[in-house]
């Protein structure tokens, strides 16, 4: 398993700021994500964070409003850029274990979330 | 593309009952198939798996799901609910493009489950 610790756990922003949310991880992992969680919806995958290299973002994601980093193996941060309302959502970092199989087999462990409200 | 389908927005059950949350699933090739709970203001915990073998797979909290291929379903069930049970539960698939290579997770929209005390 993995313990996964984000801040802030929450926020009010003002439309047009942007607000950065870091994610710590107790172990070095491999795949590092970042999902969004708008309200009364679903997970959406927002990108991979790659360790060392440009986060791989999912369709209508891109790296100008969702700036990443990963700066090493347990850490990851996620900008959100010039906020508006709609942007209002719980922020997810997560990460993959792989339990003894694979990746692939294995459960995402995630944060407890950021819950961002924007003005 | 691979997708998820959470029927139901909303599940009551009482205390001591058993309950179904109902998942169905479509994707290419075989499916990996994932259960997750939600507790209000936190992030989501995984339940329970399945991976290949046994079509009944058991997880934590007194939780398991039945694998049902024909159907494409993936439901999760418990014998007797408990008032702690109460959570918003997600169920996601992950399946393989053409080249063998794993999708991302897909989640579905999540069921509201409420046990009555």
């Known amino acids: 398993s993995a313990v996964i610790s984000q801040k802030p756990s929450r926020d009010i922003c003002q439309r047009g700021t942007s607000l950065t949310i870091q994610c710590q991880v107790d172990s070095q992992v491999t795949m590092m994500f970042w999902y969004r969680q708008q309200p009364g919806q679903s997970l959406t995958l927002i990108a991979t964070?790659?360790?060392?290299?440009?986060?791989?973002?999912e369709s209508g994601f891109v790296i100008d409003k969702f700036p990443i980093s990963r700066p090493n193996l347990t850490f990851s941060t996620l900008t959100v850029s010039n906020m508006s309302p709609e942007d209002s959502s719980i922020y997810l970092c997560?990460?993959?274990?792989?339990?003894?199989?694979?990746?692939?087999?294995?459960?995402?462990?995630f944060g407890e979330g950021s819950r961002l409200t924007v003005l | 593309a691979q997708s998820v389908a959470q029927p139901e927005d909303q599940v009551n059950v009482a205390e001591g009952n058993p309950l179904t949350v109902k998942c169905t699933y479509s994707?290419?090739?075989?499916?990996?198939l994932f259960w997750y709970v939600q507790y209000p203001n936190r992030g989501l915990q995984f339940l329970l798996k399945y991976i290949t073998g046994d079509n009944l797979v058991k997880g934590s909290y007194g939780f398991e799901a039945e694998f049902n291929k024909s159907q494409t379903s993936f439901h999760l069930k418990k014998p007797s609910a408990l008032v702690s049970d109460s959570a918003l539960y997600f169920c996601a698939v992950r399946g393989f493009i053409s080249s063998g290579s794993a999708r991302q997770l897909t989640f579905g929209s999540g069921t509201q489950l409420t046990v009555l005390p």
């Open positions: 964070a790659n360790q060392g290299s440009e986060a791989t973002y």
């Open positions: 994707v290419s090739g075989n499916p990996y």
């Open positions: 997560s990460v993959a274990v792989t339990s003894g199989g694979t990746l692939n087999t294995g459960e995402l462990f």
